[in-house]
């Protein structure tokens, strides 16, 4: 009841309806489609500004292409270490950290007048432009697990249009110096669409997650219940409370009359009903400290962050 099956029309239009895909439609614009801008507006860069031949040109400019083979693998990797430290505030602090210092390296870039700098100002911009690539990827399957796939659709069309809308502005510019300072402003400026970014049951720019859903650790039931609506949740929630209570009650029936001071041997006597009625207060008076002993353990614990990229699904039906 909590992963109905959905048409892919349906995907579509929820990955649609959700803000946090168009976010990541604008920065994909300004991450993956600043590189393919890149890749085609250096070589005639350097030849213009510089003198430098075709072949020559063409050698610089590939270097943003090369730096991809290590760099966008760290950028994803230093959002990672920041989600394990500082939960989805800490990845998304790095996501602005390095599209805001992309477009301030694409700016100094278009006043650089000397060739060698030219050339390292490039290195050193492409390599943040893979680390805003490898932060951005990690946003994706938890924005919307059941509808994964459209949520990177909608984003990778950005990556496209950017690439587009850029060279057209490449194309009707007649200062290539001007088009960089242009695009370097837009860089900047996407960058501060990242603290609107908000995730069910994860800790946002302003705010904390959710009281209700951050004092559940167990990771399947986490994934289960921040994916699925609000009604969802709250039966996930309740179902999550009663496994929890039947547990207990379990564990101190098994653990018999000499931890529990319980009395459960059946007896047809007149004394029966007594010990049924002592026993219910007992068991009632110990199910109230465990309860209170539980909330101040959890309320005691650090935020540990929700893995919303469950792959055993099964356990959660098993559970149910």
């Not at 008076?285 to 055993?312: C, G, V």
Request: with cysteine; net charge negative.
């Amino acid at each position: 009841w909590i992963n109905d099956e959905k048409s892919a029309g349906q995907n579509l239009m929820a990955a649609a309806k959700n803000h946090n895909s168009w976010i990541m439609f604008f920065q994909y614009a300004t991450t993956s489609g600043v590189e393919v801008t890149f890749l085609n507006a250096a070589s005639k860069y350097f030849q213009d500004e510089f003198g430098q031949s075709t072949e020559t040109a063409a050698l610089i400019a590939s270097g943003v292409g090369w730096v991809n083979l290590f760099a966008t693998g760290i950028g994803g990797y230093v959002a990672d270490l920041s989600y394990q430290k500082k939960g989805m505030r800490g990845r998304m602090l790095w996501q602005f950290l390095c599209i805001f210092v992309q477009g301030i390296l694409t700016i100094v870039f278009s006043s650089v007048n000397n060739l060698g700098l030219s050339i390292f100002m490039l290195i050193i911009t492409a390599i943040f432009v893979e680390f805003s690539e490898g932060s951005s990827y990690g946003f994706i399957p938890y924005i919307s697990s059941h509808c994964e796939g459209s949520v990177g659709g909608i984003a990778g069309a950005g990556s496209l249009c950017g690439a587009v809308a850029f060279g057209l502005l490449f194309s009707q510019s007649d200062d290539p110096r001007s088009a960089f300072l242009i695009m370097g402003g837009c860089i900047s400026i996407s960058a501060f669409l990242t603290p609107f970014i908000s995730i069910v049951g994860e800790s946002a720019w302003f705010i904390e997650p959710e009281i209700g859903e951050a004092k559940y650790t167990a990771r399947s039931w986490n994934a289960a219940i921040t994916m699925s609506s609000p009604k969802m949740r709250r039966q996930g929630l309740v179902m999550t409370r009663m496994n929890s209570i039947g547990t207990t009650i379990r564990n101190l029936l098994t653990k018999g009359n000499s931890v529990t001071g319980l009395n459960i041997e059946d007896s047809d006597s007149e004394n029966g009903d007594e010990n049924g009625d002592e026993n219910s207060a007992k068991l009632s008076k110990i199910l109230e400290q465990a309860s209170d002993n539980d909330d101040d353990d959890e309320a005691s614990k650090p935020h540990t962050p929700f893995d919303r990229r469950m792959t055993d699904r099964s356990s959660i039906s098993t559970t149910i």
